[in-house]
């Protein structure tokens, strides 16, 4: 009798420490791709619809491979000094962990600002000739990815990475 | 006699692990061995850029062609951005080693040669 309900209770802490602890959603290129950019199939989109979606490609390799600069940011509208000062100290609080460097120091913050992205964050596109402001949103990026698309001489994506170069 | 011999053979094993040189550190040539993907005459110019994203150096017409890559704590050899913002904590640990992808192709667009070189930390 005594052994169900000391299992039970092992089994209810377990999940009150499970649902208690912050959950941050990883920022994965699959998953990051799937949300904000569905539109990329092989064998579908062309190098119109591509360029049409995201712009001209940063760099145009031989071979038919395009390239894009895209980064993942809270906000798509240009922040101004003070907004741009309060947004690096958000980061800075919630990332600044002295013991160890490869884990956030607030969990909870960065899981409800990861929750905040997927709901109204934006990919934005670095171009040729990047918009004004742009340079703020390098700093502010929550993730920074490199779409590689080879497309064939009929202009048909052939195959396509999403490789996350930071941060 | 058995029981009299243990302290002893303790203490050897003790002795032998303090005298046990680490394991050394994985040196760049090895490292360069488990880069995935990468093989000499098979390789092209469009296989490395779909593993590692935009060169961060091109040089003599874009013949050689390389990568900034940061080594992570679980070991594996990422694409880095030229862009690195330092007052974000998140790049705190960037700069303890990162190595240069150096690729060589040939004029058909294979990969003729590759060096990993380590450039940091």
Redesign the interface.
């Known amino acids: 009798m005594i052994r169900p309900v000391l299992g039970l209770g092992v089994l209810l802490a377990a999940v009150a420490c499970e649902t208690g602890h912050p959950v941050v959603v990883p920022l994965t290129p699959e998953r990051v791709q799937h949300h904000w950019l569905p539109g990329i199939e092989d064998g579908k989109t062309t190098l119109a619809s591509a360029t049409a979606a995201l712009g001209a490609p940063l760099s145009f390799e031989g071979g038919g491979v395009g390239i894009w600069r895209l980064l993942l940011v809270l906000d798509p509208t240009f922040p101004d000094d003070d907004a741009l000062d309060a947004e690096l100290d958000e980061i800075a609080y919630l990332w600044w962990n002295p013991y160890d460097p490869y884990r956030p120091v607030n969990m909870a913050g960065v899981a409800e600002r990861r929750e905040r992205l997927f709901e109204n964050g934006a990919m934005v596109t670095a171009g040729a000739a990047p918009p004004p402001g742009f340079a703020r949103h390098a700093l502010l990026r929550e993730a920074e990815f490199h779409l590689v698309a080879a497309f064939g001489p009929d202009g048909v994506l052939r195959r396509h990475s999403f490789v996350r170069v930071g941060p | 006699m058995v029981r009299s011999a243990v302290p002893f053979l303790l203490a050897g094993l003790v002795l032998t692990s303090c005298s046990t040189p680490r394991p050394a550190a994985v040196d760049v040539p090895e490292r360069a061995t488990r880069l995935p993907g990468i093989s000499i005459g098979q390789t092209?110019?469009?296989d490395l850029?779909?593993?590692?994203?935009?060169p961060t150096g091109r040089f003599e017409n874009?013949r050689i062609l390389t990568f900034m890559l940061r080594l992570t704590?679980d070991d594996e050899l990422?694409?880095?951005?030229g862009?690195?913002?330092w007052?974000?904590?998140?790049?705190?640990?960037w700069d303890f080693a990162t190595y240069s992808l150096v690729t060589v192709f040939e004029p058909d667009?294979r990969l003729a040669r590759f060096e990993l070189v380590r450039v940091n930390g």
Do not use: N, Q
Request: aromatic residues 8%; charged residues 30%; hydrophobic residues 40%.
């Open positions: 092209t110019r469009a850029l779909l593993r590692y994203g935009m874009d704590a990422l694409p880095v951005s862009d690195v913002a007052r974000d904590p998140r790049f705190r640990t667009g």
